[in-house]
């Protein structure tokens, strides 16, 4: 009951001040304003444009070391299956590099030493007997194709000495800059070896090393694709090997029947250049079986080119895709593809390392992934496998599933002679 006495009574109840609508509600977006997300994203792709052209450029800069550091490796994973059989017999792994790389090093020395004394001696007898020489490339000329070409000018500036005169002060810049890339090559190459070294007597700690810093089914994957590409270099190098023994022994008899001299020499030079020197080794190791035939005849010269152009050929896309196949599983197309992509990338190095490492990464893929099935048809199934598709069909069949293992034991044996 109300009392009239009551100054409150008299004052009517007000209601809550409630915020203007504007102020509650989150404010609205403007048009054509830009995402809250749109910045950072721009700061996050800005960075990583920064980041790959710092890594490019340092790439470019360290090229030379990062390719030395690719060959050492390479030297290292070659030399590492004799020094473990050594380190095994009781050897001490520093002890047993040092062996290994020596012997490597007196074996291309033996090569080496081999046939520089027929490319002295044939740069000179060349430069002494040029008049001759070029007299019976005329006879060839004039008589054997019936081209009309007069050698007379060529034989007196031959004779005059005209036709190799140079600047004495142009020799003499020659001779700075050959020195000055001798001195640096030979550098680059006691630095491989130096890498080449430690990391094979190093080989076990460096492994220990990097393992310790990874979780465990990480350390299982870094030392299974090692081993891996211990296992491919290997190959590669017993690929390159056959290859390089096959040619000298073809190249070889072949100059015998032509009654080529230095016949032994020439085929080893040509095994060796044309193996081991990839991309321009191959027309390398034609230049000089070419010279020492060209001193017998022109046309000797013209057999022996085609002989070694021809047998290049067949070893390119016939031999040795296919003892790269056996020795390390590459496919033949995959194999030359390969060798062009890294000749094109890094040159020489890329394309001696082009091999190994598809082999190494081609395994490791198969390694870690698992086989699929392929759909059945016409596009995956070859004719002469069609009984062995049969087979394979009836394997999977229901009929087969309850026949139990008996069944698919019977199953197996026509498949395995179709």
């Given at each position: 009951?109300?009392d009239?006495?009551?100054?409150?009574d008299?004052?009517?109840?007000?209601?809550?001040?409630?915020?203007p609508a504007?102020?509650?509600?989150?404010?609205?977006?403007?048009?054509?304003a830009?995402?809250?997300?749109?910045?950072?994203?721009?700061?996050?792709?800005?960075?990583?444009v920064?980041?790959l052209?710092?890594?490019r450029?340092?790439?470019v800069?360290?090229r030379?070391?990062?390719m030395?550091?690719?060959?050492?490796?390479?030297?290292?994973?070659?030399?590492?299956?004799?020094?473990?059989?050594l380190a095994?017999?009781?050897?001490?792994?520093?002890s047993?590099t040092?062996?290994?790389?020596?012997?490597?090093l007196?074996?291309?020395?033996?090569?080496?030493?081999a046939?520089?004394?027929?490319?002295?001696?044939?740069a000179?007898?060349?430069?002494?007997?040029?008049p001759?020489?070029?007299?019976?490339?005329e006879?060839f000329?004039?008589?054997?194709?019936?081209i009309?070409?007069?050698?007379?000018?060529?034989?007196?500036?031959?004779?005059?000495?005209?036709a190799?005169?140079?600047?004495?002060?142009?020799?003499?810049r020659t001779?700075?800059?050959?020195?000055?890339?001798?001195?640096?090559?030979?550098l680059?190459?006691?630095?491989?070896?130096?890498?080449a070294?430690?990391?094979?007597a190093?080989?076990?700690?460096?492994?220990?090393?990097i393992?310790?810093r990874?979780p465990?089914?990480?350390q299982?994957?870094?030392?299974?694709t090692?081993e891996?590409?211990?296992?491919?270099?290997?190959?590669y190098?017993?690929?390159?090997?056959?290859q390089?023994?096959?040619s000298?022994?073809?190249?070889?008899?072949?100059?015998?029947v032509?009654?080529?001299p230095?016949?032994?020499?020439?085929?080893?030079?040509?095994?060796i250049?044309s193996?081991?020197?990839?991309?321009?080794?191959?027309?390398?190791?034609?230049?000089?079986?070419?010279?020492?035939?060209?001193k017998?005849?022109p046309?000797?010269a013209?057999?022996?080119l085609?002989?070694?152009?021809?047998?290049?050929?067949?070893?390119?896309?016939?031999l040795?895709p296919?003892?790269?196949?056996q020795?390390m599983?590459?496919?033949?197309a995959?194999?030359?593809?390969?060798?062009?992509a890294?000749?094109?990338?890094?040159?020489?190095?890329?394309?001696?390392?082009?091999?190994?490492?598809?082999?190494?990464?081609?395994?490791?893929?198969s390694?870690?992934?698992?086989?699929?099935?392929?759909?059945a048809?016409?596009?995956?199934?070859?004719?002469?496998?069609?009984r062995r598709?049969?087979?394979?069909?009836?394997?999977?069949s229901?009929?087969?599933?309850?026949?139990?293992?008996?069944?698919?034991?019977g199953?197996?044996v026509?498949?395995?002679?179709a």
């Amino acid at each position: 009951m109300t009392d009239p006495t009551d100054p409150t009574d008299s004052i009517e109840p007000r209601d809550p001040i409630e915020p203007p609508a504007d102020a509650a509600a989150p404010a609205a977006a403007l048009p054509g304003a830009l995402p809250p997300w749109f910045t950072r994203g721009l700061v996050a792709v800005g960075g990583l444009v920064v980041a790959l052209y710092a890594a490019r450029w340092v790439l470019v800069e360290l090229r030379v070391l990062v390719m030395m550091l690719a060959v050492a490796l390479f030297l290292s994973l070659a030399m590492e299956p004799l020094v473990d059989r050594l380190a095994q017999r009781g050897w001490r792994r520093g002890s047993a590099t040092g062996v290994v790389m020596l012997g490597l090093l007196v074996v291309m020395a033996s090569l080496i030493g081999a046939t520089a004394s027929v490319v002295v001696t044939e740069a000179k007898d060349l430069i002494d007997n040029a008049p001759k020489y070029a007299r019976d490339l005329e006879r060839f000329v004039n008589d054997d194709l019936g081209i009309d070409w007069d050698a007379d000018s060529l034989v007196r500036d031959l004779r005059s000495g005209d036709a190799v005169d140079v600047d004495q002060g142009a020799i003499t810049r020659t001779a700075l800059d050959v020195g000055l890339g001798v001195g640096g090559a030979l550098l680059q190459i006691a630095t491989v070896l130096v890498f080449a070294f430690y990391m094979t007597a190093d080989g076990p700690r460096m492994r220990r090393t990097i393992c310790s810093r990874l979780p465990r089914r990480h350390q299982e994957v870094v030392l299974s694709t090692w081993e891996v590409a211990i296992d491919k270099t290997g190959g590669y190098l017993y690929s390159r090997g056959i290859q390089a023994v096959i040619s000298a022994v073809v190249t070889m008899a072949f100059l015998l029947v032509l009654d080529v001299p230095f016949a032994i020499a020439l085929g080893v030079w040509v095994g060796i250049i044309s193996q081991f020197i990839p991309t321009i080794g191959t027309y390398i190791a034609m230049v000089l079986p070419v010279l020492v035939a060209f001193k017998e005849s022109p046309s000797t010269a013209l057999i022996v080119l085609g002989f070694l152009v021809a047998y290049q050929q067949f070893e390119n896309y016939v031999l040795g895709p296919r003892i790269t196949r056996q020795t390390m599983s590459v496919h033949p197309a995959l194999a030359i593809g390969t060798v062009f992509a890294g000749g094109l990338l890094l040159g020489a190095v890329g394309a001696i390392l082009a091999l190994p490492a598809t082999a190494v990464i081609q395994a490791v893929i198969s390694r870690h992934t698992i086989e699929q099935e392929v759909v059945a048809s016409r596009l995956t199934t070859e004719p002469g496998r069609r009984r062995r598709s049969v087979g394979l069909r009836s394997r999977r069949s229901p009929a087969a599933d309850d026949g139990g293992d008996a069944g698919e034991a019977g199953d197996d044996v026509p498949a395995h002679d179709a």
